[in-house]
């Protein structure tokens, strides 16, 4: 499956939607921890627009998935998950969000400032120097992206037990170009918001309180348009709660308390 990597045994019915856009492999550790207890799917998005990573998506879903599944998306991967939630509604029982990009514009001016703030002088200097490079766009940007990723990192984890190791496919810096103007041009506009409406399956949000990304931007929004959603905000944590020190066994308590088995047991056939 080149586009998609599987852990555990079959049915597949939890899917983990990695972020960036451009960010495959991130999810590789959470997938390694879920995969004891069911079979995952981690779909790698190689598609260079929205609504060409919704569609592979959906084509993974039916060549893989024993639908409906639980998606559980990180970062981008959560924006992602509403996207395709809103747009394939019978394709998913649940939809978790960890660590969501924000849905509504008031609330994102300040979160680079916020990453800068906890990094020293000389690592504030060094991601500075990577952003004006990655805007400059070489040969080099897959593994500048990369050395970003892991600075950001480091920004935006309270207590890690350990930084993530991975591995991100090239040709990513592309993908997070053409895919993330998109996405951005939705939230501001309110396209992407009112997409909620048409979601019909519960959405549980999950959002560490030291996650630079404010949660009232994901919280306040949501609870607007979606139906059935349920906010919970982890203490102690970061934009990863799989690697939180103090956080990783409630969050993956919340996980296991949402896997298939705990969930209706609903049959669809492919589509």
């Given at each position: 499956m080149s586009n998609c990597r599987v852990y555990g045994k079959s049915p597949y019915k939890v899917v983990l939607l990695h972020g960036g856009p451009g960010a495959a492999g991130t999810l590789k550790e959470l997938a390694q921890i879920l995969s004891n207890d069911c079979g995952i799917l981690e779909p790698l998005q190689t598609k260079d627009s929205l609504i060409g990573q919704v569609e592979e998506l959906k084509e993974t879903l039916d060549q893989y998935a024993d639908l409906p599944v639980l998606l559980i998306g990180h970062s981008w991967g959560a924006m992602l998950g509403f996207i395709f939630?809103?747009?394939?509604?019978?394709?998913?029982?649940?939809?978790?969000?960890?660590?969501?990009?924000?849905?509504?514009?008031?609330?994102?001016?300040?979160?680079?400032?916020?990453?800068?703030?906890?990094?020293?002088?000389?690592?504030?200097?060094?991601?500075?120097?990577?952003?004006?490079?990655?805007?400059?766009?070489n040969n080099e940007s897959d593994e500048l992206m990369y050395q970003f990723g892991k600075l950001i990192e480091e920004a935006d984890s309270f207590d890690p037990i350990k930084l993530s190791d991975y591995e991100i496919m090239k040709g990513q810096y592309h993908i997070h170009k053409m895919v993330w103007p998109e996405a951005a041009k939705m939230r501001e506009n309110g396209e992407l918001l009112a997409l909620g409406k048409k979601i019909e399956c519960p959405v549980i949000a999950i959002h560490g309180n030291f996650d630079p990304h404010p949660y009232q931007g994901i919280k306040e929004p949501l609870e607007t348009?979606?139906?059935?959603?349920?906010?919970?905000?982890?203490?102690?944590?970061?934009?990863e709660p799989w690697i939180e020190r103090q956080a990783k066994d409630q969050f993956i308590n919340l996980v296991n308390d949402n896997l298939p088995e705990k969930m209706p047991n609903i049959k669809l056939g492919k589509f």
């Open positions: 939630t809103a747009t394939y509604p019978a394709y998913v029982n649940k939809l978790m969000m960890v660590g969501s990009g924000l849905f509504d514009p008031k609330y994102v001016k300040n979160i680079m400032e916020t990453r800068l703030s906890r990094l020293s002088e000389d690592k504030q200097l060094r991601l500075n120097n990577l952003m004006e490079k990655l805007n400059e766009e348009v979606v139906d059935n959603f349920t906010f919970i905000l982890l203490d102690k944590c970061g934009h």
